[in-house]
């Protein structure tokens, strides 16, 4: 079973930049879509966006031109580059796998398996 593990968290200004990564283990990275998922104290888990093995990306409408993911297959890495930050982006920040996805990733939580411990993003004003 492929493991994953998310770092790059931290407690930034409004308006300012982080990068996240997903390492995985295992020799099957390139097949999974990979997704990112946050959750906010009080909230439910949210779709954030996802590269399939094709680098197809999705994105959710919140994060659309700010967020920007990408893959290193040869790396076993995953990235979420988030720029023009707010402090409604704070939460907690997952990446979790997809290895059945069609051709278009899908953006519900119960559809992956794999998941990382999360990382935590802290925006203030």
């Known amino acids: 079973q492929m493991q994953l593990r998310e770092s790059g968290g931290g407690l930034v200004q409004a308006g300012a930049s982080l990068r996240l990564s997903c390492e995985a283990s295992?020799?099957?990275?390139?097949?999974?879509?990979i997704g990112w998922f946050r959750q906010a104290p009080g909230k439910e888990r949210e779709f954030v966006a996802a590269?399939?093995?094709?680098?197809?990306?999705t994105y959710a409408d919140s994060v659309k031109g700010r967020f920007t993911t990408s893959r290193d297959n040869a790396k076993n890495t995953a990235y979420l580059q988030m720029d023009s930050l707010k402090p409604e982006d704070t939460a907690v920040y997952y990446c979790a796998g997809d290895r059945l996805a069609g051709w278009q990733a899908r953006v519900t939580a119960d559809a992956y398996d794999p998941w990382g411990q999360g990382t935590q993003v802290t925006v203030s004003s």
């Open positions: 295992g020799r099957t990275f390139n097949i999974y879509t």
């Open positions: 590269i399939m093995w094709s680098n197809r990306t």
